[in-house]
Structure formats: C-alpha cells, structure tokens
C-alpha cells in the first residue's frame, strides 16, 4: 500500500485496534460499566422513591440518572485512548510506525481519526443503552426518550465520551507513557475536578474544566448550556491533541 494514502493509513490504525486486545478490552467495559451501573443507580433510586427515603436528593431527575454509570464507564474509553497511543511507545514499534509513514501529521491524523471512529461506535451504543437500561431499572418513575431533555442529553452523552477520548489520545501523546497519563487523566477526573468543584473558591473555574464542562450536556437542568459545556469540552481536546502533535514532531521517535 502506499503510505502516503490517508485512507490506507486510517486502515492500518484500524487494524492494530482490532488485533491488540489490550486496546479492545477498554471498549468492552466501557460498555459494561456504563449499563450496568445506571441499572444499579435506577434500581437504588427507585428504592428510595418508593420508600420516601429522605436519601434521594430533591432535585433528582430521572434523565439525570441515566448517566451516572456512563461518568465511570468513560474511565474505559480513557485507558482506551492512552493504550492506543502509548502501547507502541512501549513495544518500540513506534519507530516501525513512523518508518511506515514518514509524515508525522499524517500518522498522528490517522490515529485522530481511528480513535474518533471507534469512540463514535462505542459511545453511540453505550450511551442510548445507558439511559434506557437505567429508565428500566427506575420502572415507573422512569422517563423515555421523548421526555424534555432525554434525546439531546444521550446524544450530548455520544459526543462527551468522544471528545474526552480524543482529548485523552493528546494527553496521552505528550507524555507516552502508560502508568504516566491513565495517572494523570484518571486523577484529573476523580480527584482535580471534583476538589475544585467543592471549594467555593475554586467552583467557578470548575465549571470550565474539561469533564465538568463537556458532562453539563448529560444534564437535565445543565449549570452551562449544553453547547458551551461541549464547546469547552471541544476547546480543550483540540489544544490537548495539537500539544500533543507539537511534541510528536518534535521527537526523534
């Protein structure tokens, strides 16, 4: 094949996903999490609702619950995302990879786009069975997808999970390496984002970090509006992937 051919390049991408399986793996818990989780949040809510348990928050809304699991499941698309960069860095094949295709630009776009193709894949599923599973679960203090705010917040949920995946393969290129960025992504998520989001100091400047802004879409009630919290989200993942571009041309391998 000619390795100057984008669509050969996407190909060869899309093949090492397929054939890796520590790159594979992600994906399927990505899913997993994701439902079975918000079956576990819609069936404790439920509980709770029947029972009149002082427990449930007063502003629980049901669509709102549908993505609780879909917060942990993103985790998976993380560890996908930083597998798929780092994985070759760790093997020594990257250097194979960039013989391949002299062009760095074009092999770090392929990359872009195979991981942007398969987080799609991924995320379209895992968010619409994410939400339905978990109105499932709540019986009939569930919601359909026809309720105010449902489609648009799966749908948000469908483009959060993929901008937080191609903003983690930028990440994950800067640093290239494994135990380096999942620490670092992982702790962004569970711990710098939630601190700053409980000090009244800080909550302000919460709100424009990446996961906070870009999960505001999967709310009922959003703090921002749904198309500025993917905005920001959108904002950071392409100032991640075009550092981590820079830092890619910048090394010998």
Request: aromatic share 6%.
């Amino acid at each position: 094949m000619s390795t100057n051919a984008p669509t050969a390049v996407v190909r060869a991408e899309l093949t090492k996903i397929r054939t890796v399986r520590s790159t594979l793996v992600p994906l399927v818990i990505a899913l997993v999490v994701s439902v079975g989780i918000g079956v576990m949040n819609g069936a404790s809510a439920r509980s709770a609702i029947d029972a009149k348990s002082n427990l449930l928050r007063s502003d629980f809304n049901p669509v709102d619950a549908g993505f609780v699991g879909v917060q942990f499941g993103q985790l998976a698309l993380i560890a996908f995302a930083v597998l798929l960069v780092c994985t070759e860095y760790g093997s020594g094949m990257i250097r194979t990879s960039l013989a391949a295709v002299p062009g760095r630009g074009l092999f770090y776009l392929a990359k872009i786009t195979a991981a942007t193709t398969v987080a799609l894949l991924v995320a379209v599923p895992t968010a619409f069975l994410a939400f339905l599973a978990s109105q499932a679960a709540l019986g009939p203090h569930g919601v359909a997808l026809g309720h105010p705010g449902a489609l648009r917040a799966v749908l948000g949920a469908c483009l959060y999970l993929t901008l937080m995946c191609l903003f983690s393969v930028g990440v994950a290129t800067m640093l290239r390496s494994t135990a380096l960025a999942l620490s670092l992504l992982f702790a962004f998520v569970f711990v710098l984002s939630p601190v700053a989001n409980a000090v009244p100091a800080l909550r302000t400047a919460a709100r424009y970090l990446p996961d906070h802004a870009g999960a505001e879409v999967m709310k009922a009630d959003p703090g921002l509006s749904p198309v500025t919290g993917l905005l920001v989200l959108a904002a950071w993942a392409a100032a991640a992937l075009l550092a981590g571009y820079l830092t890619l041309r910048g090394r010998d391998s």
